[in-house]
């Protein structure tokens, strides 16, 4: 199987994932949480790892090249030198062997105490902490500087990503 890099119309990637499956094409479209403030809510969004791009799959000899970059959501398959050029398996391989089976990227690095983190997700999303425990059900007890004073919190270790 060939993986061909697809740009998608701008929050349309859903739609070009939809379309390009009706046509017979197998579609990858790595995603990561994010959070985000709706309100005085925090919510956990899935949103492409790559925004605005997706990967298409297919094992036919002859690609209908027109009828991919016509299809409702996709911008245009990405070219060089003019020409459709597939991307290595090996690369599409490595970030699925990262997801789970919905997609979504895992993280990689065991954080452990003294490790620097950034906080992914809830109402501290983006903020940086030092962990200062482990327990055995994963949580983590974290020191976030907020407003010029050490603040001791409990997260859950899957909500925070290494810093190196």
């Given at each position: 199987m060939n993986w061909y890099l697809i740009q998608t119309k701008p929050n349309r990637y859903k739609i070009a994932?939809?379309?390009?499956n009706r046509q017979g094409f197998k579609v990858f479209l790595p995603l990561v949480i994010k959070t985000s403030k709706k309100g005085i809510k925090f919510v956990n969004d899935l949103k492409p790892l790559f925004p605005s791009y997706l990967f298409l799959g297919t094992g036919l000899e002859s690609i209908p090249w027109k009828s991919i970059n016509s299809t409702r959501g996709v911008s245009k398959v990405i070219t060089l030198d003019g020409k459709y050029r597939s991307v290595a398996s090996e690369i599409i391989e490595g970030i699925r062997s990262r997801c789970d089976q919905n997609g979504?990227?895992?993280k990689m690095d065991m954080i452990k105490a003294n490790d620097r983190a950034k906080i992914e997700r809830g109402p501290f999303a983006?903020?940086?902490c030092?962990?200062?425990?482990?327990?055995?059900?994963?949580?983590?007890?974290?020191l976030i500087d907020i407003l010029q004073q050490?603040?001791?919190t409990v997260l859950s270790v899957s909500n925070?990503?290494?810093?190196?």
């Open positions: 994932q939809q379309h390009l979504v990227l895992e983006d903020f940086i030092s962990v200062e425990k482990i327990d055995s059900n994963n949580r983590s007890w974290v050490r603040t001791r925070l990503s290494k810093i190196n």
